[in-house]
């Protein structure tokens, strides 16, 4: 499922996230955006409720887009700890976003695996 977020409850919703945030910046006329919303909750299935998913309808939440500089839509920024881990944005068609999909679960198993060996090595 994905979550509506709002500049109101972005920082509660993604910024203060316990978990990792994937977030999509869309807006109704985007044609390629449409075609991503239907792979993101495959995406988050994949791992579980290891992600959160949000969007982010960018006409409606300016201050967000321009925040976050977007070029382009649909725009993926994946965080972590309030931080930017991971920025897809420029796709070109569905092959694009599959790839890109597929590079975000590469970088957060890589961030699961740097959390556990940090929590091996802090106890």
Same mark, same amino acid.
């Given at each position: 499922?994905?979550?509506?977020?709002?500049?109101?409850?972005?920082?509660? *919703?993604?910024? *203060? %996230?316990?978990?990792?945030?994937? /977030?999509?910046?869309?807006?109704?006329?985007?044609?390629?955006?449409?075609?991503? !919303?239907?792979? &993101?909750? @495959?995406?988050?299935?994949?791992?579980?409720? !290891? /992600?959160? &998913? /949000?969007?982010?309808?960018?006409?409606? !939440?300016? @201050?967000?887009? !321009?925040? =976050?500089?977007?070029? %382009?839509?649909?725009?993926?920024?994946?965080?972590? +700890?309030? @931080?930017? &881990? =991971?920025?897809? +944005?420029?796709?070109?068609?569905? +092959? +694009?976003?599959?790839?890109? &999909?597929?590079?975000?679960?590469?970088?957060?198993?890589?961030?699961?695996?740097?959390?556990?060996? =940090?929590?091996?090595?802090?106890?």
């Amino acid at each position: 499922m994905v979550l509506s977020v709002t500049e109101r409850t972005f920082t509660q *919703e993604v910024l *203060e %996230s316990p978990i990792p945030v994937l /977030v999509h910046f869309w807006a109704p006329w985007c044609g390629l955006c449409h075609l991503i !919303n239907p792979q &993101l909750p @495959k995406f988050q299935s994949q791992w579980g409720g !290891n /992600v959160k &998913l /949000v969007g982010i309808n960018a006409d409606s !939440n300016f @201050k967000l887009a !321009n925040a =976050y500089h977007l070029t %382009s839509l649909p725009t993926l920024i994946l965080f972590e +700890d309030g @931080k930017i &881990l =991971y920025r897809l +944005d420029n796709f070109r068609g569905r +092959d +694009d976003i599959w790839q890109a &999909l597929q590079a975000i679960s590469l970088t957060c198993a890589t961030s699961r695996v740097r959390s556990r060996e =940090y929590q091996t090595h802090s106890a």
